[in-house]
């Protein structure tokens, strides 16, 4: 079983910064692609960040270029979210999404639980 667990969501004033993680567990063998996507209320959710397994390339969607990072550590099955200069508009849940291979199976892409982030003043 694997599992995907996000942390460091909450309540932050514009122009701040959050970190978020998403730290992966379980039985796995080999983690690819990372991403996170947001979903805000009454929106459809939205890929905002990608990293591919080597963290030798990342992409971020246009409305968090400049302002967002996304990173990962391999050794801990872990990827973050860098969020900077944050907006009212950035308020939303964050899920993390990854890319797993358990074993000799093929992978399969898992969730997260989400977190919450709220930009208000």
């Known amino acids: 079983q694997v599992q995907l667990v996000e942390s460091g969501g909450g309540l932050v004033q514009p122009g701040g910064s959050l970190r978020l993680s998403c730290a992966a567990s379980?039985?796995?063998?080999?983690?690819?692609?990372m991403r996170w996507y947001r979903q805000a209320p009454g929106k459809q959710r939205e890929l905002v960040a990608t990293?591919?397994?080597?963290?030798?390339?990342?992409n971020l969607a246009d409305s968090v270029k400049g302002r967002f990072t996304i990173s990962r550590d391999n050794a801990k099955n872990t990827v973050y979210l860098q969020m900077d200069s944050l907006k009212f508009e950035d308020t939303a849940v964050y899920y993390c999404?990854?890319?797993?291979?358990?074993?000799?199976?093929?992978?399969?892409?898992?969730w997260g639980q989400g977190t919450q982030v709220t930009v208000s003043e």
């Open positions: 379980g039985s796995i063998r080999s983690i690819y692609d």
């Open positions: 999404n990854a890319d797993i291979r358990q074993r000799l199976s093929a992978p399969l892409s898992y």
């Open positions: 990293i591919t397994r080597g963290g030798d390339s990342a």
